[in-house]
């Protein structure tokens, strides 16, 4: 299967051939004829899959052939997006692939001036990518209409409603015209995200390219337990022993991460940190020297774990488990990217038993346990089991079978036809050589 034969025109075939997209992944093979008929979708599918050109090319191609000339102030198509970094994300992708056709998009986000934002929409925009909030914010000021919208997309619609975006979307929703095409993103399908789902779509074609919940097996995962107070000096223990090179850390709290910063800035090692409470322009300016390989360790709240698409990471480092179970897939999908195989280690205290649990039962798995030597834990993490339940003594851990460093890769080849997701690479757009990516170069 092409692009070409999937109906697409020529416009869009030049960029996608610029790209050296030669296949369409799985996703996009199923939801660009889907969209192209005017079809509602509900999609699971995770950042990695090529969900955004999944959209962004049969939506680029409608709004090119159809309907009238976007009038001032208003937007014909609207992406929803849960983080202003995903927001800029998609937007460039849109922006790449819509390169050779007379669109324009924009994104808008909180965390910087609206001002410019408002003057921008003056003008009209056909595509315009933005956060619930700022969205509001600019349609209760007149800045934005909706009454030429014809369609609505929410990439992440789980992490929208884990960020607490229920209420703006049912205001951005009560705005905006019923006749409307609506296509629907979401990584997990909860009770919450179906019920979401049942009240916005219109007969919707299903779609499911990865396992729900399932993390990529291209990603080896195991724990090592520790005791909290001791969480700083072993990962500055395993940098050095296992001669990490770029590794994306996620702490619970924004002090977690400043506080690792800091730890790690002292000893002259290249780290920095992205949180809420950075400006947005901080934000993006670490996730781009890390991108660029100027820095080492990034170290995130979850702010960062969904939607970022970053080159061949090789190692996700859980210094605390996640809240949410669900975030855990996410973080770890961060590694295992484009057919390399990744590394996810997390740092386990006893105290996250029960997090560890609900992760276990999520994905249907045990994970590995790998003590490390003079880092055994004071207070041992109680075993547990996929079925949820965690027992009151544990084992004695068995010797780690992996040294936890290296990572030999495995070529998983190009995205074919099957219901198999192969993990993309990363920046949001860039020329990829192809998709059999053969083993990783050595750092
Ligand atoms: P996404 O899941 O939309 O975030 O896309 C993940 C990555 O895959 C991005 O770097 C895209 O540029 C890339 N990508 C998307 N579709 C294809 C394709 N058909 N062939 C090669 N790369 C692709």
Redesign the pocket.
Known sequence: MT?ATLGLIEPLLRA?QE???????P??AQAIPAVLAGRDLMAA??????????FALPLLQRLTLEGPQVASNSVRALVLCPTRELAE??HE?IRVYGQHLPLTTYAVYGGVSINPQMMKLRKGVDILVATPGRLLDLFRQNAVKFNQLQTLILDEADRMLDLGFSEELRDIYAALPKKRQTLLFSATFSEAIRTLAGNTLNDPLSIEVSPRNVAASSVKQWIIPVDKKRKSELFIHLLKKQRWGQVLVFAKTRNGVDELCEKLQALGINADGIHGDKPQATRQRALDRFKTREIQILVATDVAAR?L?IDDLPLVVNFDLPIVAEDYVHRIGRTG??GNSGQAISLVCADEVQLLSAIEVLTRQTLQRSEEQDFEPEHRVPMTDPSGQVLKKPKKPKKPKTGGGGGKSKTLGK?TESAEPL????????K?PS?NTGPRKKK
């Open positions: 692009f996608l790209l050296d997209y030669k296949t369409p992944s996703i996009q599918a995770q950042t990695g899959t090529g969900k955004t050109a999944g994300q998609v992708s939607g698409d990217r484009a995205w993990e993309a690479p990363v920046k949001a757009i860039r990829v998709f």
